[in-house]
C-alpha cells in the first residue's frame, strides 16, 4: 500500500470519527429543540463533512476515478439546484434561506453539493446491499448497471421522502413558494419527481466513474490474478452507515417534532432493510440447526 494511500486512509478515518462525535448531539439539540442561535451554522458543517467524507471514500477506492466522480456530482448537482432555486424548474418554486452559509453566488448553499454527494454515494451502497453485490471485487465493476442506477435513484427518493420535512418546517434550510399542495407538508409532488431524475443523473455518473477505475485496476493486475481477485473496496460499510445514521436522525427528529407521517416513511424503511439483512441470516440458521439435529 501507498503512503499517498495510507494517508487518504487516514483521512477517511478522521473524518467519521469527528461525524461519530458530532452526530449524537445533533440529533439531541435538534430533536429537543435546544440548538442554539450559534449553532445554527452546524447543520451545514454536518453536511458539509459528510460529504466530504463519502468523496474521500470514493478517492480511496476508485483513485483519480472516484475523483472526478465526486466533482462531477458536485458541479451537476450544483447547477440543477442553482437552476431551480432561480427559475423554479425542475423541483418546483422554493428558495434557499439565510441559515446555510456560505452560499454560492448567493444562491445556492456550499452544503447542498455536498449533501447530494452524500445522498448519491450512500444510496447506491444501500442498493448494492439489497442487490447482494455490496462485497464483491473491484474487478466487478467494469460495466455500468442500470438496475444499480435504478436502486440507487429509488433509495435516494426514499431518504428525500424524509429529508424534505426536517429541512423546510424544523431546520428551515429552504422554502416552498406559490400555492403548493397539502399533500405531503405542503411539498408539491414536482419536487420528488425532479429528486428521483437527478439522482439517476449523479448514480449514472458515479458508476460510468467506477467502471472506468475497475477496468483500468483489471488491466493493472492482469498478470496478478491473486491481487486483482484481493482488491476490495477500503470499509465497504460506510455508504451504508451514513445513509442509516441520517435515516435515524431523520426518523427521530420528526417523531419529536410532531410529523409522525414522515417518521412513519423512515422508520419503515429502516425495518424493510433489518429484514433483509435479518431473514437470510435466520435462515441460514434454521438449516444449519436442521443439518445439526439430523446429523
Known amino acids: 500500500m501507498s503512503h499517498q494511500t495510507t494517508r487518504l486512509r487516514k483521512g477517511v478515518a478522521a473524518l467519521f470519527a469527528s461525524y461519530l462525535f458530532i452526530y449524537p448531539w ?89 449533501a447530494w454527494l452524500l445522498v448519491v454515494t450512500t ?27 435504478l436502486m440507487a435513484a429509488v433509495f435516494a427518493l426514499l431518504l428525500d421522502v424524509t429529508i424534505e420535512p426536517f429541512a423546510v418546517h424544523i431546520n428551515g434550510y429552504w422554502v416552498w413558494s406559490g400555492t403548493p399542495d397539502d399533500i405531503y407538508y405542503g411539498i408539491p409532488l414536482s419536487n ?40 476490495h473496496f477500503f470499509w465497504p460499510w460506510l455508504p451504508v452507515t451514513l445513509y442509516l445514521t441520517n435515516l435515524t436522525m431523520f426518523v427521530l427528529v420528526n417523531l419529536s417534532r410532531g410529523q409522525e407521517f414522515a417518521a412513519l416513511v423512515g422508520g419503515l424503511i429502516m425495518l424493510a432493510l433489518a429484514f433483509h439483512w435479518a431473514l437470510p441470516r435466520l435462515a441460514r440458521r434454521m438449516r444449519e440447526t436442521e443439518q445439526e439435529s439430523g446429523a
Open 123 to 149: 444510496a447506491m451502497g444501500v442498493g448494492e446491499l439489497i442487490l447482494g453485490r455490496e462485497n464483491r471485487p473491484m474487478a466487478e465493476d467494469q460495466q455500468v448497471s442500470s438496475t444499480k442506477v
Open 26 to 114: 445533533s440529533i439531541a439539540l435538534i430533536a429537543l429543540d435546544r440548538v442554539p442561535v450559534w449553532g445554527t451554522w452546524m447543520g451545514g458543517v454536518l453536511l458539509l463533512l459528510q460529504g466530504s467524507l463519502m468523496g474521500l471514500w470514493l478517492i480511496v477506492n476508485f483513485g483519480r476515478w472516484g475523483a472526478f466522480a465526486s466533482l462531477w456530482i458536485l458541479f451537476l448537482s450544483w447547477l440543477v439546484e442553482h437552476t431551480g432555486a432561480t427559475t423554479g424548474f425542475p423541483f418546483g418554486a422554493f428558495s434557499y434561506t439565510e441559515v446555510l452559509q456560505p452560499q454560492i453566488f448567493g444562491v445556492v448553499p456550499l452544503a447542498i453539493p455536498f
Open 192 to 231: 420528488f419527481v425532479a429528486w428521483f431524475v437527478t439522482s439517476l443523473l449523479l448514480s449514472w455518473v458515479l458508476l460510468r466513474y467506477r467502471a472506468k477505475a475497475a477496468r483500468r485496476r483489471e488491466a493493472a493486475y492482469a498478470l496478478d490474478d491473486v491481487q486483482r481477485d484481493a482488491a
